[in-house]
């Protein structure tokens, strides 16, 4: 399995232009945000550190969209290998089907992992560049975990939707589709709070929404503290629930841990149906 996820990988780095265009999304998020939204969001946030702040929120956004992306484009593999015909060589070959699923799901968990990790260290690089602070040991820890937590869910979820896909074209349509709405579904382009209802109750439902809402909790942790040092801490509450810190259900906050087994439910939900729509060909 682990050989063939490797085979995986260096098919998916080899190509420059897929590993660039399953970034395309939070690229345009990032040139938007720096050359547009950061004064916008900022002008009006009367209070200390508001760049921090803003950027904080802003950064573990677009690592909870990168575990999505990243993870649909190193599917594709799966795609290029039914087209090209070499999935049916690979059925006829001496190998368990069982070996050849997990290695694609490996590798597109692989994929996450580590372009998400990298985009961590940018936008850690990116938050200190602008006057913000770096995250203490803990709360880098914390945000490595999540992004295997979240990659994991990811690559289970778009594993078994690219089960479904037989052409390049389909495949073309289904990132599109993918980068555009989880950037609207985890809250980057129009913050939670200022949604409609509906909407909002929708976001919620979206299971990597919660990635979302965890990498801020850890982000957000000190700039929060600074910003609203000596505010009453319903102001402070209700900051976080408009840019989706945290998710309340009815009267209620959502904690931390019903997210955490959200995204391993999803895990493990779509990682046994991708393996079930896979081994039925």
Known sequence: MIAFAVRNLKLHFRDRAAVFFSLLAVLITIGLYVGFLAGTLTQDLQVPGARFLMDSWMMAGLLAVTTVTTTLGAAGVLV?????????DFHCAPIRRSTIVGGYLLSAVAVGVLMSSGAFLAAEAYILANGGKLLPWGGIFKVLGLLVLSSTASGALVSFVISFLRTLNA?????????TLSGFLMGIYVPVGLLPSGVQAAIKFFPLAHAAVLLRQVFLE?????????????????????????????E???SSAVSVGVLAGTAALFFSLAVWRMLKE
């Open 80 to 88: 290029e290998d039914r087209v090209k015909g070499a999935a049916k």
């Open 171 to 179: 495949f073309a349509v289904a990132s599109t589709v993918v980068g």
């Open 222 to 250: 000190v700039p929060l503290a600074e910003a609203f040092a000596g505010a009453p801490s319903e102001v402070a509450l209700r900051f976080q629930r408009e840019l989706g810190v945290v998710f309340t259900w009815g």
């Open 252 to 254: 209620g906050l959502i």
